[in-house]
């Protein structure tokens, strides 16, 4: 017996985002559940891995969702029941399950959680990938509350959640983020102390505020590209043993379109390389993967503080392609979800 899931898919880099189908062959594998979802979020990762995917097949776009457990393999019947509420994000590049309306999950790879019991079906489908990023992230910041603290794209999804955690989890006194005219107000809503324009002459400006107001103790760059980057040994505190410039986007710039070429293939590398060298090589790129530490404290951490989920827009199943071009925009503030409820009701 199979069970069929309504996904949002591709085959490969030069093919049309389409809604589709794929099958989940029943009884499940050791190590799987199936979720059947009230919603799932699209993200700027979905792009970057369109972009990387050279090869055809059927691959359903989605990291992070939230819904009803309907089936569980044989050897976690004692972890999981049917019926149980979770939120979920998958890791890998290329994840042995996959979201749709039915996700198959393997909880070796990937994380599932109670959902908070404070967040709608919409914030519970929209936290999962960015408040853990911004949580791995910090884990490896060295913060000084006293000190200012840099968020590179304070409007990112992961900006805002980085904010919150500063000032909640770490008590930094001076979060200082950036982004656009526009997006002042909002960055602050969050809880940044105070803002500043990327959009003409960053590093003139960041030179003048560590010169004025004092170096920061750390850079957390939810933006990618390399003009912050080139100034740090201005505008930083001398590393304490700790890694403080560290990126979740990499050196691609995030006005780059999504697209196959050759910087793509190239940063791919470069991220990876980061990522394991980072600790000499002076930007550390964070993949984030399933954590323990995040699904125990993390959730902990969330039903005990008030953490805001941001939400750009939410979009029924059959315009999940609008959603696609939300994203691809790069103009969303805050998360893109995907809802399955509302077609299924
Ligand atoms: N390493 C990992 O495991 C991991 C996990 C999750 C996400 N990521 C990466 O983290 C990045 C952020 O993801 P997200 O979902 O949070 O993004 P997002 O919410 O889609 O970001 C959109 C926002 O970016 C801001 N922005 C655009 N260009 C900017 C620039 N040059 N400087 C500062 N802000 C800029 C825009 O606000 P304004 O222009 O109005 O300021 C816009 O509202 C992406 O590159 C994503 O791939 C990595």
């Not at 079906?121 to 949580?135: D, G, N, Q, R």
């Not at 201005?234 to 697209?259: C, M, Q, R, T, W």
């Amino acid at each position: 017996m199979n069970i069929v899931s309504r996904t949002i898919g591709f085959e490969s880099s030069s093919s049309p985002v389409l809604l589709g189908e794929k099958d989940i062959s029943l009884p499940l594998a050791d190590d799987y559940v199936v979720v059947e979802l009230d919603a799932m979020s699209l993200n700027p990762v979905d792009m970057k891995i369109k972009s990387m995917r050279l090869f055809s097949g059927n691959y359903a776009a989605g990291r992070d969702f939230t819904g009803t457990i309907t089936h569980v393999a044989a050897n976690l019947q004692e972890k999981y029941n049917v019926g149980d509420k979770v939120s979920g994000c998958l890791h890998s590049m290329f994840p042995k399950g996959f979201v749709g309306s039915y996700t198959l999950v393997n909880v070796q790879a990937d994380s599932l959680v109670p959902v908070p019991s404070q967040f709608s079906s919409i914030e519970a489908a929209a936290f999962p990938l960015v408040f853990l990023t911004a949580w791995e992230m910090l884990e490896d910041a060295f913060i000084d509350p006293k000190k200012p603290v840099l968020v590179l794209g304070g409007a990112t999804a992961v900006g805002t959640m980085t904010i919150q955690l500063l000032k909640l989890k770490y008590n930094a006194e001076h979060v200082v983020a950036t982004c656009s005219p526009r997006s002042s107000d909002y960055v602050k809503s969050f809880g940044a102390d105070e803002t500043i324009d990327y959009t003409s002459d960053l590093q003139g400006k960041l030179r003048h505020y560590a010169s004025s107001q004092g170096k920061f103790c750390s850079i957390l760059d939810a933006v990618g590209g390399r003009e912050v980057a080139c100034i740090a040994g201005h505008i930083l505190h001398g590393s304490d043993g700790k890694f403080n410039f560290l990126s979740v986007a990499g050196d691609g710039s995030k006005s780059e379109k999504y697209a196959l070429n050759l910087g793509t293939v190239t940063g791919g590398f470069t991220m990876l390389g980061r990522s394991m060298l980072g600790r000499f090589w002076g930007v550390r790129y964070k993949l984030v993967r399933a954590n323990n530490s995040w699904m125990d404290e993390g959730s902990k951490f969330l039903r005990d503080t008030t953490i805001k989920v941001p939400i750009d827009s939410v979009y029924p199943y059959e315009d999940a392609l609008k959603a696609w071009d939300k994203v691809e925009s790069m103009r969303a503030r805050g998360k893109v979800v995907v809802e399955f409820k509302a077609v299924d009701e």
